[in-house]
């Protein structure tokens, strides 16, 4: 009885999520929130177990959803700003371990994890890279300062990487569209099958041209752009829009990239 109630209400959640990908209106009210929002940096506004974290709280429940499907070993994230994703990301790979320990009647020594946050960013500015290792997640989390683009940079995080078995990867750096193209490049390899690449901010072709006056980037040349153009070349790789219809409220409509 108790299975069969929880089929019936998992089937519940997906009528509802299917009825909420089709309500045009809906979706029209978030895109909505989303522009008017912005002005007052509405994603600006929020921690992560004391650091600032750069994201909708929404985006941030689907990463505690997908972590928690996949069971990453490793979360390979570009954009760090304050580090908040990065804290993020570890204690999602922290809860893992504790679940693991748990489920195997073993002692849990977080000190030795085997799970991994990689975090890339340009510019790691020093006050924020202070914060981030003197934060309790920091031994879980590695920093490399650098263009993410940069083949050097590219092949040391593949060395990094090397014999991690479930690989998620999060995209949010520079949002211009051959930036984004050159990163799913470089990083969707390292993505395991069943695992996802999310790329942050593809709502940019969805916002007024204006809102973006001192960006390189605006609709028309973003990350959803590049993100099509990904597409048309790696099959393997699918538009999860069952995310986002759940959501409504995202920074990254058609960026929930599942690999197949």
């Known amino acids: ?3 069969d109630a929880n089929l019936a209400f998992q089937q519940e959640v997906a009528d509802n999520i299917s009825k ?15 522009v008017d929002s912005a002005p007052c940096k509405y994603s600006y506004n929020f921690n992560w177990l004391g650091r600032p974290i750069i994201q909708v709280p929404q985006d941030m429940i689907a990463l505690q959803e997908l972590v928690w499907r996949v069971k990453p070993d490793l979360i390979i994230e570009t954009g760090i700003a304050h580090g908040g994703s990065l804290i993020l990301s570890a ?4 809860l893992l371990d504790y679940a693991d320990a748990v489920s195997n009647g073993e002692a ?11 975090g890339i960013d340009i ?12 934060h309790p997640m920091s031994h879980m989390i590695q920093m490399f300062q650098g263009s993410s683009i940069d083949p050097a940079l590219v092949d040391q995080v ?7 078995q479930r690989v998620l990867v999060c995209l949010d ?5 051959e930036h984004v193209l050159a990163e799913l490049a470089a990083y969707s390899p390292l993505v395991s099958s069943g695992s996802y690449c999310i790329v942050y901010d593809t709502v940019v072709e969805d916002m007024p041209a204006d809102m973006f006056p001192d960006r390189p980037w605006g609709p028309g040349y973003n990350p959803k ?9 790696h099959p393997e790789f699918v538009i999860d829009k069952t995310i986002e219809s759940k959501l409504l409220i995202t920074v990254a409509p058609d960026g929930f990239l599942r690999r197949v």
Do not use: C, W
Request: charged share 20%; no cysteine; proline share 2%.
């Open 91 to 94: 204690s999602l790979l922290a």
């Open 225 to 233: 752009t590049a993100v099509h153009a990904f597409l048309k070349q």
């Open 108 to 118: 849990l020594d977080p000190l030795q994890s085997k799970r991994k946050v990689i």
């Open 20 to 34: 909420l990908g089709e309500n045009a209106h809906l979706k029209q009210l978030a895109n909505q929130f989303i």
């Open 158 to 164: 593949k060395q990094a990487a090397a014999g991690y």
């Open 123 to 134: 510019d790691i500015r020093v006050h924020n890279r202070q914060a981030i290792e003197a």
């Open 173 to 177: 750096s520079n949002h211009t569209h």
């Open 1 to 3: 009885m108790k299975n």
